[in-house]
């Protein structure tokens, strides 16, 4: 392959893949995960906000 | 945005898009306000004789079945998304994303080009630790330059 054949081989394949839309066939496995990050999250906002309260009572 | 990084580190093969393109993609974390997965993309392009080998971050609703952005090469996208501690360990993932591609398509010839131009050594190193990786699949570099009018750099491997 030329040089200047290279360059355009990347050129087009940037082109390609800029407008291809196909994501991740995996979401479920991203969902899920999300899920189990967002209660995880939850779950310490919670406890930092029990925080106070508790040493309010002690 | 509410970004926590959490990398995938046992990805799924590879798979093909509508267009050919043969894609391992892993997670680098979530928004967990705007339900998106944040993912690394490493692809092979099929490109008429070629396939041109690329890498970017995407970021994938969780919510929209179709709505994925388009990879980002830049900078500023490693920075909001990767954590300075964790860049190497990318790209070991990156790597062993490329071996998986190059095994499943076994293409004649490969390219890559990287996205800035003009980069010095010390930015190269990755593209020098993703060739090294491309030989291991019993690839050579048949040529690398760097373009005059872009002042980009590119790679050609073929199978030695």
């Keep these: 392959m030329t040089r200047d054949r290279i360059v355009e081989v990347t050129k087009k394949a940037a082109e390609r893949v800029a407008k291809a839309s196909t994501g991740t066939p995996a979401k479920q496995k991203y969902l899920k995960r999300l899920a189990e990050l967002k209660a995880k999250r939850a779950t310490a906002a919670s406890s930092t906000a029990e925080g106070p309260k508790r040493r309010l009572r002690a | 945005m509410a970004y926590e990084f959490d990398i995938e580190t046992d990805p799924d093969p590879p798979f093909t898009d509508n267009l050919g393109t043969e894609i391992v993609e892993f997670a680098l974390g979530y928004d967990l306000d ?101 030989h291991s699949c019993g690839y050579k570099t048949v040529d690398s330059f760097r373009d005059e009018a872009s002042q980009k750099d590119y790679w050609l491997f073929g199978k030695v």
């Design chain 2, 34 to 134: 705007r339900d998106v997965v944040v993912l690394m993309s490493v692809m092979l392009v099929p490109v008429d004789e070629a396939h041109d080998l690329r890498f970017g971050i995407r970021e994938k609703s969780l919510v929209s079945d179709w709505k994925i952005s388009a990879p980002d090469y830049t900078k500023e996208s490693t920075d909001r998304y990767i954590p300075k501690e964790w860049r190497t360990f990318v790209i070991i993932q990156i790597m062993r994303a490329v071996r998986k591609l190059i095994d499943e398509a076994q293409p004649d010839a490969i390219t890559m080009e990287t996205y800035y131009s003009k980069l010095p050594e010390k930015a190269l190193k990755k593209y020098a630790t993703l060739s090294a990786a491309v």
